[in-house]
């Protein structure tokens, strides 16, 4: 079975420009993370999908940064304009549908993007 | 709101030698715990869980932990190190009915010795 799949892996841009990350869940997961994580720090949640649907965007930075799921399953997260403190991993993870609650699910994780802004 | 602390940002130990690495958590009532495993380059990935039940759970790679509830805490435990289990370790927690959210530590790098 296919792991979370994120690309680019690496990218570096100029600040004030755009840039795009993609990931493609695990086939049948229905909940999708995005993540950043900042050097020597844990991931912080940007926002969270079920299928199509973002339930928990409350730490997404709405002015510079959004995020689409149009068909509910993978997902591009997109920064315009980027600034200097954009530098991070951007990491995307996604969960199976269980009866369990969304809080106790495994979450499955991409490799992540490095993202350089200089 | 939830927290997770990881007093230890760096610990180092030899081969063969155990290990404890330590989590405490910030919440009201008994919360979902995890534990990750994050090698250079790559994404976090599930050691353990704990959501009710026995206190001591089992994990891949040889790894077990314990909830503690008089103490908020949730340890990291290894017998015998091996030199592939260095990386970064993650304690996660998720509080019921707080919207789907995981909280994050810190994180642990361990570093093994030869």
């Known amino acids: 079975e296919a792991g979370v799949v994120q690309s680019p892996r690496y990218k570096i841009i100029e600040k004030k420009q755009p840039v795009a990350f993609w990931c493609n869940p695990i086939s049948g997961h229905n909940t999708l993370y995005w993540y950043l994580q900042n050097l020597g720090q844990g991931p912080e949640l940007l926002i969270r999908?079920?299928?199509?649907?973002?339930?928990?965007d409350s730490q997404l930075p709405k002015d510079r940064f959004s995020a689409e799921r149009l068909k509910g399953v993978d997902s591009t997260l997109k920064i315009q304009p980027a600034e200097l403190g954009d530098s991070a991993v951007y990491l995307c993870?996604?969960?199976?549908?269980?009866?369990?609650?969304?809080?106790?699910?495994?979450?499955?994780f991409g490799p992540g993007t490095r993202l350089t802004v200089l | 709101a939830q927290s997770v602390t990881q007093p230890d940002i760096h610990i180092t130990v030899s081969e063969g030698a155990s290990l404890e690495l330590r989590c405490n958590y910030s919440?009201?009532?008994?919360?979902?715990l995890f534990w990750y495993v994050q090698s250079p380059g790559q994404g976090l990935q599930l050691l353990l869980k704990?959501?009710?039940?026995?206190?001591l759970v089992q994990g891949i790679k040889g790894f077990e932990a314990e909830f503690k509830r008089s103490q908020s805490s949730f340890n990291l435990r290894k017998p015998s190190v091996h030199w592939s289990d260095a990386a970064e370790y993650f304690c996660?927690?998720?509080?019921?009915?707080?919207?789907?959210?995981?909280?994050f530590g810190d994180g642990t790098t361990l570093t093994v010795k030869p």
């Open positions: 999908y079920e299928n199509e649907e973002a339930v928990d």
């Open positions: 993870a996604s969960s199976p549908r269980t009866d369990r609650a969304a809080e106790g699910r495994e979450q499955f």
């Open positions: 919440y009201g009532a008994t919360p979902y």
């Open positions: 704990y959501f009710s039940g026995d206190t």
């Open positions: 996660a927690v998720g509080a019921f009915g707080n919207a789907g959210k995981s909280t």
